[in-house]
């Protein structure tokens, strides 16, 4: 969102970097760790997103399962999700995952928005929408590697969690960090949260779960929302949650060599054009042509 | 074109009165004209706005439509009335594009054509070769760009496709685009070159000479037609 106090080091559609001698020495990456396997899916989180941002998403139906609402919307922008997985063993497990944006390093969103400024990325990793910029094309949908934007039906625009953009800027933690009764979400710089994962799994690790891990996809150049996984090896029994995410070699195409190359062709072609009116010049007709012309026209009329 | 020289305005009843000496022949028609530059006139307008999507640098180009959003919203319906009107006339056009033997020879001879020596070059019907491979280009291209248009757009269709469809769509849309940018820009300076072709889709009508000069095979067509036409007592 507009209201923001922190640096923006990468912005969409704008080809010359941002503003970038300021080095703020708070400015550190942050990154919300999210613990799958302390989470109890009590959606504490959910609401208090929804308080803190005032959003209102409609009432929906009861599908026969916990996870309310069915997915993730312009006024939903974290999501419990329940997957009931039977594992090799006969045993159920229920993988309860916090789904919402990742705040990739690489964002897919900002590389495939047209409009400059409506996607911004801070110093600190945090990616943000800035809705008065968003000309709603649905582009950054294109690029997500995590299927998180949604376009309101309402304005048209995009939107997505900020990750509390606003509250960091001023020093508070995210308004689901201070809700979870679990301590599954916990938050702080990026280093500190892969240090705490760390405990976590080797933890997890002693209790059985050897394939126990951090989930910051490195094809994305990590991200600032981290899991703890006690199954990093099969991400995609988390409700689809991609193993190895990265930038559709399609978007990266489209938004990345083809932009220059097609103007530099396009701008060549109409050069060629004026180079050759110069240098060869236009193909006339003159008296002579329209004097065959009407020689032409002559014989015609007395051949049939 | 089956009746030239034919048709009901003041330029076209001109173009064929021509008792003795032959005046000017009728190459467009007053409704081919219209529809001509119905389609002109969209792709311009889906050029800027969709190269305004395109690449950050011509963003600017969004401005001209009211802004970013509106340059969105506009952008599809304007493809689509481009669609619409390029069909009525490729279906009118379509006959007299197809490549003949005399087509394929006329392209090996590139390098006289662009150098202006048609005295060198095969005999030239309603249209010559480049001409058509235009004609095919947007064929393809409006093709191309209907149907990856739908696709990516978001309001409407976007979530009736997985999203790979949506992705290598969107890849798809800006490479027709890009064809289809390049080939009218040769199309204009094509137009420009050949001195008399803007005259030909503006008024109507071109001179004998043009005609003998860069599309002989169409004015001997004409010419029998005319002379078979013409009533005995002339």
């Known amino acids: 969102m507009a209201l923001q106090s922190l640096d923006i080091i990468r912005r969409s559609a704008t080809t010359l970097p941002s503003p970038e001698i300021r080095e703020p020495t708070g400015g550190q990456d942050v990154a919300k760790l999210i613990d799958t396997t302390k989470c109890i899916g009590c959606k504490a989180c959910q609401v208090a997103c929804m308080e803190w941002n005032d959003l209102r998403d409609e009432i929906g139906t009861n599908v026969g399962q ?3 609402p069915h997915d993730l ?31 990739c390093a690489d964002p897919g969103c900002l590389k495939a928005c047209p409009s400059p400024g409506a996607i911004v ?46 509250r960091v800027a001023v020093g508070l933690e995210p308004a689901c960090i201070k809700s979870c009764p679990t301590g599954a979400l916990v938050f702080g710089t990026k280093d ?21 891990g951090l989930y910051d996809p490195a094809g994305v150049g990590g991200t600032h929302v981290m899991y703890v996984l006690h199954h990093a090896d099969q991400a995609p029994l988390y409700s689809g949650l ?32 004026f180079f050759h009116y110069i240098r060869v010049g236009p193909d006339e007709t003159d008296a002579s042509d329209e004097a065959a012309a009407q020689e032409m026209a002559r014989k015609q009329e007395k051949a049939p | 074109m089956t009746d030239p020289g034919l048709g009901t305005n003041e330029a076209d009843r001109r173009a064929t009165a021509a008792p003795g000496r032959l005046d000017t022949i009728l190459r467009y028609t ?11 006139l969209c792709f311009v307008l889906a050029a800027l706005s969709g190269l305004a999507l395109f690449h950050p640098a011509l963003f600017g180009l969004s401005g001209l439509f009211g802004g970013g959003p509106w340059t969105r919203i506009l952008h599809p319906f304007i493809g689509l009335a481009m669609v619409v009107a390029f069909l009525f006339f490729g279906v009118k056009e379509a006959s007299h594009n197809r490549m003949e033997p005399r087509d394929w020879a006329w392209l090996r001879h590139v390098g006289d054509v662009v150098n202006n020596r048609e005295d060198r070059l095969p005999e030239v019907g309603r249209y010559n070769a480049g001409q058509k491979l235009v004609f095919y280009a947007i064929v393809l291209c409006l093709t191309g760009l209907l149907l990856t248009g739908i696709v990516i757009w978001r ?25 289809l940018i390049c080939t009218i820009i040769v199309h204009i300076y094509a137009a420009i070159w050949v001195r008399g072709s803007v005259h030909a889709m503006t008024r109507g009508t071109v001179t004998p000479g043009w005609a003998w000069k860069h599309h002989r095979a169409w004015f001997r067509e004409i010419m029998t037609h005319a002379a078979n036409s013409r009533p005995r007592s002339d």
Not at chain 1, 192 to 212: C, P, T, V, Y
């Open chain 1, 192 to 212: 500190d949260m892969k240090q705490h994962a760390a405990e976590r799994i080797e933890d997890l690790k002693s209790r059985g779960f050897e394939n126990a």
């Open chain 2, 155 to 179: 309001a409407y269709f976007s979530l009736y496709f997985p999203i790979s469809v949506v992705r290598v769509s969107s890849v798809l849309h800006a490479f027709c685009a890009f064809v």
């Open chain 2, 30 to 40: 007053a409704e081919e004209r219209t529809n001509h530059w119905i389609v002109a």
């Open chain 1, 73 to 103: 919307s312009d006024s939903s922008w974290t999501l419990m999700r329940f997957a009931e997985v039977e594992n090799p063993k006969g045993d159920l497990e229920w993988l309860i995952r916090k789904d919402g944006c990742m705040h």
């Open chain 1, 66 to 68: 916990y996870q309310n």
């Open chain 1, 121 to 166: 990325q801070y110093s600190n990793g945090i990616v943000d929408f800035h809705e008065e910029n968003c000309i709603g094309c649905g582009y950054c949908v294109t690029g997500c590697p995590f299927d998180i934007p949604r376009i309101s039906k309402k304005d048209h625009k995009a939107y997505k969690c900020t990750l509390c953009s606003d």
């Open chain 1, 242 to 273: 991609p193993q190895d995410p990265h930038i559709s070699p399609n978007v990266r195409l489209w938004k990345g060599v083809s932009k220059p190359a097609a103007l530099a062709v396009m701008a060549f072609t109409a050069l060629a054009g």
